[in-house]
T-cell receptor, first 115, second 115 residues
């Protein structure tokens, strides 16, 4: 069973640009969540998508957005990049349905550096 | 609001010694609790999860954790440390049944293992 795939693994962008990150969940999983990991703030929840709908949202500015496609693949977008957006972005996939299995499987992440 | 506190940002043990990583949680509802491990430049790997089935949970790589409601704790232990256990460990809580919503993470504990 293939794991969670995140692309690209590394990305360097300039301040003011925008970026799109991609996540392919485990086959059959309908929930995809996104997290930002930084040395200062640790792991913070961005948002969760289930069946193409945003179901939960963390406390991030509107520059951070996401979407999910009918095949459950998800993308997140960050517009007008700031230096502080440099981080490891992790996505996690789960069944999304209570009782259908617990736990979240994480991808290896996308390391974004903003210069 | 839910929260997780991991006592000790760095723990150092000798190879063969007991590993004890501490986690205390705060939750207004029966929690779902998780321990994840992260190796350098990697994503998060699930070690074990508590979903109310049993208070003593066994995970991968010889790790186990005990849920103690009275102490609101979910400490991670391993009887004998191995060099390969050196990594960062994260405790997390979810109140959505563990299959949806967001995880709240602790700040992490970096485990060093001395030969």
């Amino acid at each position: 069973k293939a794991g969670v795939t995140q692309t690209p693994r590394y990305l360097i962008k300039t301040r003011g640009q925008q970026v799109t990150l991609s996540c392919s969940p485990i086959s059959g999983h309908r929930s995809v969540s996104w997290y930002q990991q930084t040395p200062g703030q640790g792991l913070q929840f961005l948002f969760e998508y289930f069946s193409e709908t945003q179901r939960n949202k963390g406390n991030f500015p509107g520059r951070f957005s996401g979407r999910q496609f009918s095949n459950s693949r998800s993308e997140m977008n960050v517009s007008t990049l700031e230096l502080g957006d440099s981080a490891l972005y992790l996505c996690a996939s789960s069944s999304g349905v209570q009782g259908a299995g617990y736990g979240y499987t994480f991808g290896s992440g996308t390391r974004l550096t903003v210069v | 609001a839910q929260s997780v506190t991991q006592l000790g940002s760095h723990v150092s043990v000798s190879e063969g010694a007991l590993v004890l990583l501490r986690c205390n949680y705060s939750s207004s509802v029966p929690p779902y609790l998780f321990w994840y491990v992260q190796y350098p430049n990697q994503g998060l790997q699930l070690l074990l999860k508590y979903t109310s089935a049993a208070t003593l949970v066994k995970g991968i790589n010889g790790f186990e954790a005990e849920f103690k409601k009275s102490e609101t704790s979910f400490h991670l232990t391993k009887p004998s440390a191995h060099m390969s256990d050196a990594a960062e460990y994260f405790c997390a809580v979810s109140d959505y049944g563990g299959s949806q919503g967001n995880l709240i993470f602790g700040k992490g504990t970096k485990l060093s293992v001395k030969p």
